[in-house]
């Protein structure tokens, strides 16, 4: 990923020297589980881990140098980190395991720690829209449907849906972190032909993953799992700011982005306010799903194994996780610092709608009143078309319909934007979590 979306947090976790480094614990800790086997002579074993090799710059240069000798990776890992310990000692790494044992259990673990930071900031995306929705569930908005004007809503009525969508995704990522925090070191073909299934659960449960049945290869439909709670994310996450981007036109008005003091919205045009930020993030959503196809590709692989997903997933394991925290930490401060104009929202819906959004209340009334549902509904719909086409007030022109004989109060009663809003705290009670602020 390019450095302008890489979190350098997540960037660190799939650095060279961060993954040689997990791998290098693996080998150790199989060895140390070995010993208790009696296979590897304790005094070696205390050796291995009293001369574990610094993973530093240097140590990712030998490996790159002598992976081009050895034209593979592993094995390059493996005979400089042989070399750094020193002999007889480092016989025993990679005593008994096959590539992937160590390459997949440490590529699991790294994707463990991401899906971890995920999961701290799909926590605090959820929790800065459930503030956003209890500020503002008594603000009224024009709902709009295929675009167009339809009936009252509120601003908090928003933020919450986005808010339990948020929390669905919470517990896919959760789902997700689980079904790949596995380890497996079972050999070639996942036989444990010349390793006791006994190093696995040790390994495993040292570094906090669950030992799985697998093949030479961890199946991955698990890492697919992690790429769809990813582009699920970003889907939600371009779905809050593709809200904020039609909210934010010009003739809308009723929020927009935070402009910071001595920012730009035009080179060229002084007064524009652009929704740069959410039009980002839509586009950025893109490029996740994009990792989610790539990643399903990956589940079918030759019998025991073969290696096309490998080159697939250097690229877009890192970018892909590296890419939602980016996006979720850009989102929840899109949230937290969203400009509201509420005057702006009871203005589109109480004048320039006019008054068209409450057609079905008056509807109803007809019908309440002991009109046909149909005829009513001939009724109410030529009068809406008069008020468009006239620029007139709905109910000034329903309330000249001689055959709409509704009282005054009947009227009022359905021109009142509070009635259909008397259920919006449901929203709220739906927010079942304690949001922290």
């Known amino acids: 990923m390019i450095p302008r979306y890489s979190p350098r947090d997540v960037a660190a976790l799939f650095s060279d020297a961060h993954r040689f480094d997990t791998m290098l614990e693996v080998e150790i800790l199989a060895a140390e589980a070995l010993c208790s086997l009696g296979v590897v002579p304790a005094a070696d074993a205390a050796a291995l881990r009293s001369r574990r090799p610094v993973v530093d710059a240097q140590f990712v240069s030998d490996v790159d140098e002598r992976e081009?000798?050895?034209?593979?990776?592993?094995?390059?890992?493996?005979?400089?980190?042989?070399?750094?310990?020193?002999?007889?000692?480092?016989?025993?790494?990679?005593y008994g395991l096959t590539s992937s044992d160590v390459v997949d259990t440490a590529l699991c673990a790294n994707l463990a720690s991401a899906a971890d930071i995920v999961i701290?900031?799909?926590?605090?995306?959820?929790?800065?829209?459930?503030?956003?929705?209890?500020?503002?569930?008594d603000w009224p908005i024009t709902g709009r449907t295929h675009g167009m004007h339809a009936e009252p809503t509120t601003y908090g009525a928003k933020f919450a849906l986005f808010a339990l969508q948020a929390d669905r995704d919470l517990q896919r990522i959760r789902d997700a972190r689980a079904g790949v925090a596995v380890g497996k070191l079972s050999g070639a073909v996942g036989t444990y032909s010349n390793i006791d299934p006994s190093v696995e659960t040790y390994v495993c449960q040292s570094l906090g993953l669950t030992p799985v049945p697998a093949t030479q290869v961890i199946a991955r439909d698990r890492h697919a799992q992690l790429l769809y709670a990813c582009a699920a994310i970003g889907t939600t996450i371009e779905q809050i700011a593709l809200e904020v981007r039609h909210l934010a036109r010009s003739?809308?008005?009723?929020?927009?982005?935070?402009?910071?003091?001595?920012?730009?919205?035009?080179?060229?045009?002084?007064?524009?306010?652009?929704?740069i930020l959410s039009e980002r993030l839509c586009g950025l959503a893109r490029v996740l799903r994009g990792y989610l196809v790539a990643g399903l590709e990956d589940?079918?692989?030759w019998h025991e194994r073969d290696i096309s997903h490998s080159s697939v997933e250097r690229v877009i394991m890192p970018d892909a996780l590296g890419l939602t925290v980016y996006m979720l930490r850009k989102a929840t401060s899109l949230v937290s610092q969203l400009v509201l104009h509420p005057e702006r929202a009871l203005e589109n819906l109480e004048v320039h709608s006019l008054g068209l959004v409450f057609s079905q209340s008056v509807l109803l009334a007809l019908v309440d009143s002991g009109m046909a549902r149909d005829d009513a509904y001939r009724i109410v719909q030529s009068a809406a078309r008069e008020a468009v086409?006239?620029?007139?007030?709905?109910?000034?022109?329903i309330a000249t319909v001689d055959s709409v004989t509704l009282s005054s109060e009947a009227l009022a009663n359905?021109?009142?934007s509070q009635r259909l809003?008397?259920?919006?705290?449901?929203?709220?009670d739906a927010l079942t979590w304690t949001a922290s602020s």
């Open 68 to 94: 081009a000798i050895t034209n593979h990776d592993t094995a390059a890992f493996v005979d400089v980190v042989q070399a750094r310990i020193g002999m007889p000692e480092g016989v025993w790494i990679h």
């Open 120 to 137: 701290g900031e799909v926590t605090a995306l959820r929790d800065a829209l459930t503030i956003r929705a209890t500020e503002t569930i």
């Open 251 to 275: 003739e809308v008005g009723e929020a927009e982005e935070y402009f910071a003091v001595g920012q730009k919205g035009s080179s060229a045009m002084p007064h524009k306010r652009n929704p």
């Open 299 to 301: 589940v079918a692989l």
């Open 389 to 397: 086409e006239q620029r007139r007030n709905f109910r000034d022109v």
């Open 414 to 416: 359905a021109f009142d």
């Open 421 to 428: 809003l008397v259920h919006r705290e449901r929203f709220l």
